[in-house]
């Protein structure tokens, strides 16, 4: 191997047994295993807690924290670096920054000349083609924990691509990984994206792909968020459907379907197959912590909810979402946020997902007395030891 070949680590570093006191140290809550192991349910005083039965880190998290810790384990004396945030939650990425792994993105760190002595780990939601070209470039070692789910989605954009579709993406557009699977379709050159938000955006594509319109209207209402020198009078007549893995299942299988409905009136039934495709890219994390909140709320009477999760953490907002349309409903960064029994600190439902959301304050988030049932649920980037913190401050409010 020269000097500027890089060595990518794709199946671990050999170094799982050595992390794995230091990851339980770190991120093990001794009382979530005792709230799982009595069938999800925690009484204390005045106030039982029902956890949802899936919730928390998800096996992509998992995996890319474990890779994160062994790669500090397996080079030492040499640069650890990280793309960005590995995923989203604070305390993991404050973890990790403590444990001496450099953050590309921090300030001071931007456009740090990179070498074959860096070593580099890319996040669970993967990098844009371009920059693991230039990682490869530079002849750093990388460390690439890019998600399973997420590497499925890249697959069939690249097909997408090939085949001359278009990739739909249902997805945030500055999305770490929107913005990777976006450039994914890049690598043909037929290949071509638009990403949509979500219904609203969705339906201004169908009535396009249904009967054309203002060119221009439509290229400036979805400015940045198309492939370069996207036309809609020709890139919408063969389309694919994909999303970012961690979106609401259902508003992307609804999306996919009025997409479909829409190249249906424009070209007909028989026509459909060669006009338009569509594949399940909801990971299977998301839509289990999504359908586990729905069974709780479905068979316990819960009086509120609180979800736990980074504000700027895509399946964590996504679960609020479904929480807040059927009960009183907070999203929580961590346990800090539960003031006193009075106050609780929280980022309102609906708003941006970004990491410094506009928290605000509500009072009297507990009932003054009387018995109080609390579901409780984590998105997959929030590791246990928050969430037990979480039910030990719930403890000291319930004799209050
Ligand atoms: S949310 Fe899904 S796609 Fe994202 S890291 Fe977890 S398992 Fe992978």
Known sequence: MT???????????????AVAGELAADYHSALVDEVRAGNYRHDKGRVTVHLAREFGFCYGVDRAVDYAYQAVARFPGRNV?????????????????AGGIRFLSDPGEKGRALGPDDVVI?????????????????????VDTTCGSVLNVWKNVVRYAQDGFTAVIHGKVKH??????????????RGRYIVVLDRAEAAVVCGYIRSGGDRAA?????????????????????VGCANQTTMLMSESLEIGEMVGAAVRDRYGDAELPRHFRAFDTICSATQERQDAVEALLDSEPVDLMIVVGGYNSSNTVNLARICAARIRTYHISDPSCLLSADQIRHRPVGAPSTVKADEVMTEHWLPDEGRVVVGLTAGASTPNNIVGQVIETLDRYAST
């Open 122 to 142: 890319i996040p669970a939601f993967g990098i844009t083609v371009e920059e693991m070209a230039d990682f490869s470039a530079r002849g750093c070692t990388l």
């Open 218 to 238: 439509f290229l400036a209402r979805f400015a940045g968020a198309v492939s370069p020198g996207f036309d809609p009078d020709t890139d919408l007549v063969r």
């Open 176 to 189: 770490e990984e929107t913005r990777a699977t976006a450039s994914q379709a890049l690598k043909h050159p």
């Open 3 to 17: 000097e500027t070949q890089p060595l990518i680590f794709r199946k671990g570093l050999d170094m799982k047994e």
């Open 81 to 97: 670096c990280l793309t960005g945030e590995i995923i989203h939650n604070p305390h993991v990425n404050d973890r990790l920054r």
